[in-house]
């Protein structure tokens, strides 16, 4: 059964490195794009099996699913967007449960606290 204890969160920065460096491209370009990292947070994440995140329908694959594994423990997600949009995590514990997060991106909070890397 799932913990309830578990939040969809997103940052510029990858949860699971020491490299600490935003990456962009097309920074000439009216909409730049950004390395963004969605993620599951919290007590609840060893009972966590999969994550299905719904993206923006502009995405070319709107719907990823993600695996939690040693080397992804926070069933991380990668992605290059321009713009802040919800994200919906279908989360499934090792029990076939389903859990439903929702999550307004907020990458763009962290922009004053960072140099961006090409």
């Given at each position: 059964?799932i913990v309830?204890?578990l939040?969809?969160k997103?940052s510029?920065?990858d949860?699971?490195?020491?490299?600490?460096?935003?990456?962009w491209?097309n920074?000439?370009?009216?909409?730049?794009?950004y390395?963004?990292f969605?993620?599951l947070?919290g007590p609840?994440?060893p009972?966590?099996?999969?994550?299905?995140?719904?993206l923006?329908?502009t995405f070319?694959e709107?719907t990823?699913?993600?695996f939690?594994?040693?080397?992804?423990?926070?069933c991380k997600?990668?992605?290059w967007t321009w713009?802040?949009?919800?994200v919906?995590?279908?989360?499934?514990?090792r029990?076939g449960n389903?859990l439903?997060?929702?999550?307004?991106?907020q990458?763009s909070?962290e922009?004053?606290?960072?140099?961006?890397?090409a």
């Amino acid at each position: 059964m799932i913990v309830p204890k578990l939040e969809l969160k997103d940052s510029l920065f990858d949860p699971d490195s020491p490299d600490q460096t935003p990456r962009w491209r097309n920074p000439r370009s009216d909409k730049p794009l950004y390395r963004v990292f969605l993620y599951l947070d919290g007590p609840g994440l060893p009972y966590v099996n999969a994550v299905t995140y719904v993206l923006h329908p502009t995405f070319k694959e709107p719907t990823r699913q993600v695996f939690r594994t040693y080397a992804n423990p926070h069933c991380k997600l990668e992605l290059w967007t321009w713009g802040l949009f919800r994200v919906q995590a279908i989360v499934t514990d090792r029990d076939g449960n389903m859990l439903t997060l929702t999550h307004n991106l907020q990458y763009s909070s962290e922009f004053p606290k960072v140099t961006f890397a090409a």
